[in-house]
């Protein structure tokens, strides 16, 4: 069933005040004081002995319009209790008995009755309902019900337009009698991330162990039974709603832990701990700022590990729960937490974030977007403008009248996972796999993995490496590789050209730039090693990312942040003397060549000078064509000799 039962009850209990008369309409006196008794009942809940005495009344009178009305609304009462298909047919045969009777006699049993229909798929009987509500009755909340009605003809064609959708589930090593919730699929989709949770009348009075963190290793084309994640100091607490960096290392999860919650009352908080050698470190709470006292879950990171994307109930939001970002900040901590608008959050709720490894395209779960009732997953990607475009349902038979809460992609955009309460192996939420149809495909995403190392010692180093986007010049990727291998693993989106910088204190900084092409897979993704060079007289980087127009020692603009991290590592190493040194290839004449290259090193050092680095520090010195790296026959061969070389001539 949807998770429709504090609504339904809330009409049912309404309806029970407005509808029953004082004279119910009858001519059987037994009928009459049968329904008033079964009304008392109803006050106190006890709906078996109303149910009795509701029947045995339209026994006596089955032209008795009340009486068919309050039954249904017991039958409707029950539905939370025991989350039976029945006892929705059961009330709804009742309504359908009591407006034959007499079709106006109440018409906000016909609002009951669609939103009953609606949220058991019968799309077309609860639109009709819907549209006579409207018509016959003083209808208070008008913007709901119309909202109903756009909901009502999008699943209908919803219906007639369906989706690819072939689910299957992930099998008894994953999915149990419990709860699972997909959380999150790792870039080379050997491990995912769930939670598995109990409802809490199925856990032991007094415990917090109603939520678990999981994580399953992939076996082939199966998997291996989930193992619990063991975070030290937290064993007794509720933990659930987690995901992993993109390099492994840092993993966030959602917590109901007194000791450090910001909450004035239970309410879980974000935290965070860093996995190192001998296992998970103890957990932090990532603060105030990102936290509050309210409902903090559900997180998501981006693959850059700057924005993390959560789900907060708290005051200043669209509807009840609402999609939040904090950014992180140059010091490590997280800075105030920011709505991610209207565009995606609405006056009702949004859950379950997930951030694809594009960076560009989320998918959520809602149910104030236009949809098939309930929760439906959505995707939603950046308009380039610092917002979003509108959200996409992405389609029946994904989304269905039944609870659809979460679903995360993986890195290559062609198979999603979701927790859906399908009827499927098991009784209640499973996790399914299945192939991402086209209308929810994300950006296509390469790989590139690499090591950054001593040149001298070939020692792993972990370093501060910063990805950009060449033609836009925006920063995609800015992380630190692994303290103990110093590698590195990113998903970026493909079929651009990046500029990649990795700096260390105490290090010459490295510049590259490469083509991350469509082919980039897990399998074979770009292989960038860097040696990092320390800083002593004689050692030198080349800077590929400043750029010159052919036969030109202007500086193009998508030098600035090449030449920018160059006046950072000058600013903070006051004690070089460097060269600056331009080259060329060997077209033309050497002498042009030798002038050209001269010219484009002065050039530099202008910037450096304007940028308040001493004149006293810097020297210029023009190659030419004399100093080749690579073959000069082959072009790819020329673009590496025109380059921009600093070296360090004195440390003072």
Known sequence: MKGKFCILLYLILMQNVLHAQVNPLTTSKKAEELYREAKKNCNNQQFAQALQKLTRALYADPGFTDAWILRGDVYAALIPRTGSDSLT???LADYYKAVSLDSLYYPPVYYTMATMEKQAGDYSRALQHFRIYLQHSRVKDLNEVEKEVRNCIFALNALSHPVEFNPEPLGNNVNTA????VNAITADGHQLLLTRARYFWETPRGSDDAEKLMLAEANGSDWLRAKEIIIPGTEDASKGAACISADGRLLFFSMIFD???????????IYCSEKRAEGWSLSQNLGDKCNSVAWDTQPSISTDGKTLYFVSNRQGGKGGSDIWISNRMP?????????????????GNEMAPFIHPDNQTLYFSSDGHPGMGGMDIFMVKKN???????????GYPINTYRNELNMVVDAAGEYAYISSDKEGEKTKNDIYRFRLPGIAHPL??????????????????QADFQLLDIQTGMEIFNAFSDSLTGSFFICLPSGKNYALNVSKTGY???????????SANVVHPVQKNVALQKIEIGSNTILYNIFFATDSFALQS?????????????ALNPQLHVEIGGHTDNAGEETYNLQLSQQRAQSVIRYLLQKGIAAQRLRATGYGESRPIADNSMEAGRARNRRTEITITGIK
């Open 89 to 91: 047919k059961l009330a």
């Open 178 to 181: 419990d709860n699972e919730y």
């Open 259 to 269: 000791n450090y919650s910001y909450g004035t009352s239970r309410s879980y908080d």
């Open 331 to 347: 010091d490590g901590s997280w800075g105030n937490a920011i709505n991610l608008g209207d565009s995606v959050n609405t006056g």
């Open 384 to 394: 380039g403008k610092g917002g979003w475009h509108q959200p996409v349902n992405i």
């Open 444 to 461: 296509s995403v390469g790989y590139c993995k690499g090591k950054v190392f001593d040149s001298k010692t070939h020692k792993p180093l």
């Open 508 to 518: 010459l900084f490295y510049s590259d730039s490469f083509w991350l092409h469509d």
């Open 558 to 570: 998508g030098s600035e942040t090449e030449l920018n991290k160059l006046v950072t590592f000058l």
